[in-house]
């Protein structure tokens, strides 16, 4: 990674005005003012990188797809003083342990005030289309509440059955602890050895 620019200190604290580019297309700036003590910010932070970097800390999962984001951290350093967008555009999610990966996933977060809105769409690999819109919390327990749209999505197992979802499912609650509650409507139509032919799932 390197670092160019100017960092000048004078009695309120200092002012940054910095360039970045590294590993994974990473093309950032940063600019504005660090009080005194280091322990406080007005900044924004501009630039792109591909979201590949990631997958250090993700293994054996993999993301890929462009990644851009457009913020201001105004307040303690931490990431609830974080406001403005991320987004994410031709990305792509596998993960080993599933039959299917998600392809084509658009998503922005607008991040405001410790939360995140979130608004995503992406294709799932075996078929159909999964769209998520909600809001999250960025602190802990990051409290959710989102809608799942599931479209014509298929999961299979070839010596087995082939299954369709269509319908909605609202996610709220901490989305760590394992305190989740799922509550909608499902249509499931399956075939193959296994079949149940169309199947209505609703409620909580």
């Known amino acids: 990674l390197t670092v160019k620019g100017t960092a000048a200190q004078d009695a309120k604290g200092t002012t940054l005005d910095l360039t970045a580019k590294g590993p994974g297309q990473i093309d950032a700036s940063v600019k504005g003012s660090l009080a005194k003590g280091f322990d406080t910010a007005d900044l924004t932070i501009k630039g792109q990188a591909r979201a590949a970097l990631a997958n250090a800390f993700i293994a054996p999962r993999s993301v890929s797809g462009q990644l851009g984001f457009d913020l201001r951290l105004l307040g ?6 974080l406001s403005g967008p991320v987004t994410l555009s031709q ?28 608004v995503s769409s992406l294709d799932v690999s075996s078929g159909g289309r999964i769209a998520v ?24 197992d070839p010596d087995l059955y082939e299954a369709r979802l269509n319908g909605q499912l609202r996610v709220t609650g901490p989305l760590t602890g394992g305190a989740i509650t799922t509550t909608g409507d499902l249509t499931v139509t399956t075939n193959g050895p296994l079949s149940l032919g169309p199947t209505h799932v609703g409620g909580d």
């Not at 989102?146 to 479209?151: K, Y």
């Open 76 to 81: 303690p350093l931490q990431l609830t003083s």
């Open 133 to 156: 819109q909600g809001t999250a919390e960025l602190r802990a327990p990051y409290a959710g509440d989102l809608t799942v749209d599931l479209q014509s999505v298929i999961l299979r």
């Open 91 to 118: 990305g792509q999610l596998a993960d080993p342990a599933l039959k299917f990966s998600l392809r084509n996933i658009s998503a922005q977060l607008g991040l405001q005030a410790g939360r995140a809105v979130v």
